[in-house]
């Protein structure tokens, strides 16, 4: 699920879904290595800043 707010995106992804895709999730992060997610038992959870994580707009 992708949630857009005021200042920052959240992206939620399955846990055992990334795991089933061959992904470790203990070393999954963006395109910014300091962006990590934090992870739950259930799911991975990216809080992304705008102006961070290399965020770019595109029209």
């Known amino acids: 699920a992708l949630l857009c707010l005021p200042t920052y995106m ?13 992904y470790s999730v ?17 799911e991975v959870i990216f809080n992304i800043s705008y102006s961070g994580c290399g965020t770019r707009r595109q029209v």
């Open 10 to 22: 959240r992206a939620v992804v399955d846990r055992h879904y990334l795991q089933s895709q061959g």
């Open 26 to 42: 203990k070393s999954i992060s963006l395109y910014d290595p300091d962006c990590k997610p934090k992870i739950t038992s259930t």
